[in-house]
Nanobody, 125 residues
Framework: QVQLVESGGGSVQAEGSLRLSCAAY????????MGWVRQGPGRALEKVAD???????DIGKSVKGRFAISRDNAKNTIYLDLNSLKPEDTGVYYC???????????????????WGQGTQINVSS
């Protein structure tokens, strides 16, 4: 019953844009840290962005200025807007929810809650 479902991935050319959505089921995200994590081919997991229940936002250094995270508590959904995409952005993008503050959650890889199955993004040159 409790799950996170990502959508919006696909293939896009470099310099293009996408919007990812993550819908939560079985719990309310309003008091959770919500984040996006990605994994490129042969690479380690990398935090993309997270958003605290109080509205605070942290963006990963590799995507700062290009990506933005937002939430809609009424729809129980978070979003990731990806702009000026590069081939290096290719990978699987996961949504994560953690019951603690984002400052605490990211230190333990968002282990205090739930992860989605991920959605694939392929950026071609």
């Amino acid at each position: 019953q409790v799950q996170l479902v990502e959508s919006g991935g696909g293939s896009v050319q470099a310099e293009g844009s996408l919007r990812l959505s993550c819908a939560a089921y079985g719990f309310s995200i309003s008091r959770y840290c919500m984040g996006w994590v990605r994994q490129g081919p042969g690479r380690a997991l990398e935090k993309v962005a997270d958003n605290d229940a109080d509205g605070g936002t942290d963006i990963g250094k590799s995507v700062k200025g290009r990506f933005a995270i937002s939430r809609d508590n009424a729809k129980n959904t978070i979003y990731l807007d990806l702009n000026s995409l590069k081939p290096e952005d290719t990978g699987v993008y996961y949504c994560a929810a953690d019951r603690y503050s984002c400052l605490q959650a990211r230190d333990k890889e968002y282990g205090g809650g739930y992860w989605g199955q991920g959605t694939q993004i392929n950026v071609s040159s």
